[in-house]
Nanobody
Framework: VQLQASGGGLVQSGESLRLSCVAS????????MGWYRQAPGKQRELVAS???????NYAESVKGRFTMSPDDAKHMAYLQMDNLRPEDTATYYC???????????????WGPGTEVTVSS
Protein backbone atom coordinates (compact mmCIF):
# COMPACT_ATOMS: atom_id res chain seq x y z
CA VAL A 1 0.00 0.00 0.00
CA GLN A 2 1.40 3.38 -1.00
CA LEU A 3 0.11 6.83 -0.20
CA GLN A 4 0.92 10.01 -2.01
CA ALA A 5 -0.12 13.48 -0.90
CA SER A 6 0.13 16.66 -2.92
CA GLY A 7 -1.08 20.24 -2.96
CA GLY A 8 1.06 21.91 -0.32
CA GLY A 9 2.64 25.27 -0.83
CA LEU A 10 3.26 28.78 0.46
CA VAL A 11 0.25 31.05 0.94
CA GLN A 12 -0.63 34.16 2.86
CA SER A 13 -2.88 34.27 5.89
CA GLY A 14 -6.54 34.03 4.88
CA GLU A 15 -5.87 32.17 1.66
CA SER A 16 -6.77 28.58 0.75
CA LEU A 17 -5.08 25.35 -0.27
CA ARG A 18 -6.43 21.97 -1.28
CA LEU A 19 -4.47 18.85 -0.43
CA SER A 20 -5.00 15.53 -2.17
CA CYS A 21 -4.12 12.04 -1.02
CA VAL A 22 -4.37 8.84 -3.02
CA ALA A 23 -3.85 5.28 -1.87
CA SER A 24 -2.59 2.73 -4.36
CA UNK A 25 -1.28 -0.81 -4.52
CA UNK A 26 -2.86 -4.13 -3.71
CA UNK A 27 -5.86 -2.66 -1.93
CA UNK A 28 -8.62 -4.70 -0.34
CA UNK A 29 -10.30 -2.79 2.49
CA UNK A 30 -9.53 0.74 3.63
CA UNK A 31 -11.21 1.32 6.96
CA UNK A 32 -10.04 4.84 7.71
CA MET A 33 -8.32 7.72 5.99
CA GLY A 34 -7.16 10.85 7.65
CA TRP A 35 -4.87 13.83 7.80
CA TYR A 36 -2.34 14.69 10.48
CA ARG A 37 0.12 17.55 10.67
CA GLN A 38 3.39 18.21 12.40
CA ALA A 39 4.82 21.64 12.98
CA PRO A 40 8.54 22.12 13.69
CA GLY A 41 9.33 21.16 17.25
CA LYS A 42 5.84 19.83 17.91
CA GLN A 43 4.18 16.44 17.99
CA ARG A 44 2.11 15.13 15.13
CA GLU A 45 -1.54 15.99 15.64
CA LEU A 46 -4.79 14.89 14.11
CA VAL A 47 -6.43 17.27 11.64
CA ALA A 48 -9.32 15.20 10.27
CA SER A 49 -10.30 11.56 10.16
CA UNK A 50 -12.86 9.56 8.23
CA UNK A 51 -14.20 6.06 8.72
CA UNK A 52 -15.26 4.56 5.40
CA UNK A 53 -19.00 5.02 5.05
CA UNK A 54 -19.16 7.30 8.05
CA UNK A 55 -18.63 10.93 8.87
CA UNK A 56 -15.56 13.11 9.18
CA ASN A 57 -14.17 14.23 12.52
CA TYR A 58 -12.12 17.40 12.83
CA ALA A 59 -9.70 18.84 15.32
CA GLU A 60 -11.19 21.82 17.15
CA SER A 61 -8.52 24.10 15.75
CA VAL A 62 -9.65 23.53 12.15
CA LYS A 63 -13.42 23.16 12.50
CA GLY A 64 -15.25 25.53 10.19
CA ARG A 65 -12.13 26.19 8.12
CA PHE A 66 -11.03 22.76 6.84
CA THR A 67 -13.17 20.25 4.97
CA MET A 68 -12.14 16.66 4.31
CA SER A 69 -13.81 15.05 1.32
CA PRO A 70 -13.17 11.36 0.84
CA ASP A 71 -13.73 9.49 -2.40
CA ASP A 72 -14.09 5.85 -1.43
CA ALA A 73 -14.26 4.56 -5.00
CA LYS A 74 -10.98 6.24 -5.97
CA HIS A 75 -9.25 5.62 -2.61
CA MET A 76 -8.67 9.33 -2.32
CA ALA A 77 -9.13 11.99 0.34
CA TYR A 78 -9.06 15.73 -0.17
CA LEU A 79 -8.47 18.38 2.45
CA GLN A 80 -9.80 21.81 1.57
CA MET A 81 -8.15 24.35 3.83
CA ASP A 82 -9.73 27.80 3.91
CA ASN A 83 -8.90 30.91 5.91
CA LEU A 84 -5.43 29.58 6.62
CA ARG A 85 -3.51 30.97 9.57
CA PRO A 86 0.22 31.07 10.33
CA GLU A 87 -0.35 28.44 13.04
CA ASP A 88 -1.50 26.01 10.33
CA THR A 89 2.09 25.92 9.04
CA ALA A 90 3.21 22.29 9.19
CA THR A 91 3.98 19.19 7.22
CA TYR A 92 0.69 17.47 6.45
CA TYR A 93 0.53 13.69 6.31
CA CYS A 94 -2.27 11.50 5.08
CA UNK A 95 -2.82 7.97 6.28
CA UNK A 96 -4.93 4.99 5.37
CA UNK A 97 -5.81 2.09 7.64
CA UNK A 98 -5.92 -0.96 5.40
CA UNK A 99 -6.40 -4.68 5.80
CA UNK A 100 -5.75 -7.43 3.33
CA UNK A 101 -8.16 -10.21 2.47
CA UNK A 102 -8.16 -12.97 5.11
CA UNK A 103 -6.82 -10.64 7.79
CA UNK A 104 -8.91 -9.08 10.51
CA UNK A 105 -6.64 -6.28 11.61
CA UNK A 106 -5.95 -2.99 9.93
CA UNK A 107 -2.48 -1.57 9.46
CA UNK A 108 -1.80 2.16 9.19
CA UNK A 109 0.11 3.43 6.21
CA TRP A 110 1.50 6.95 5.88
CA GLY A 111 2.29 9.15 2.95
CA PRO A 112 5.57 11.12 2.82
CA GLY A 113 3.97 14.46 3.75
CA THR A 114 3.42 17.75 2.00
CA GLU A 115 4.57 21.13 3.30
CA VAL A 116 2.14 23.93 4.04
CA THR A 117 3.51 27.35 4.94
CA VAL A 118 1.23 30.24 5.84
CA SER A 119 2.79 33.67 6.09
CA SER A 120 1.26 36.49 8.09
Amino acid sequence: VQLQASGGGLVQSGESLRLSCVASGDLFDIGYMGWYRQAPGKQRELVASYETGGSVNYAESVKGRFTMSPDDAKHMAYLQMDNLRPEDTATYYCHADHRYRRTATYQRYWGPGTEVTVSS
